[in-house]
């Protein structure tokens, strides 16, 4: 499976942005996809993921009500919704696939199976 991410770019604070992530060369129905971030200097931070077994997205408390994670089963393509961008969102956003992940397993990069190569988001205050 390769993952291609884009959208990232530069925001002022309170602005809004979509990632995408594309994917080829699987099954993309029957793959849990999420999202990390990493800013510099700090270790990946899970973001969000939508779990194909059940259909449902999942958050980080760091994002809820501010980013939301959707995918198109047509398009292979999972999305990352970003509104009211902070400064602290500032990073390199990574998109990630996986198969049969139990739900406490999802925040776990060790847990996926596939990366994309991340695109950059950086928010000016």
């Known amino acids: 499976v390769q993952l291609q991410a884009s959208g990232g770019g530069l925001v002022q604070a309170g602005g809004s942005l979509r990632l995408s992530c594309s994917a080829s060369?699987?099954?993309?129905?029957?793959?849990?996809t999420g999202w990390f971030r990493q800013a510099p200097g700090k270790e990946r931070e899970f973001v969000a993921a939508?779990?194909?077994?059940?259909?449902?997205?999942y958050h980080a408390d760091s994002v809820k009500g501010r980013f939301s994670i959707s995918r198109d089963n047509t398009k292979n393509t999972v999305y990352l919704q970003m509104n009211n961008l902070k400064p602290e969102d500032t990073a390199v956003y990574y998109c990630?696939?996986?198969?049969?992940?139990?739900?406490?397993?999802?925040?776990?990069?060790?847990?996926?199976?596939?990366w994309g190569q991340g695109t950059l988001v950086t928010v000016s205050s």
């Open positions: 060369g699987g099954t993309f129905r029957r793959l849990t």
């Open positions: 939508f779990k194909w077994t059940d259909a449902s997205p």
């Open positions: 990630a696939a996986g198969g049969r992940l139990i739900s406490s397993s999802l925040p776990n990069p060790a847990a996926y199976d596939y």
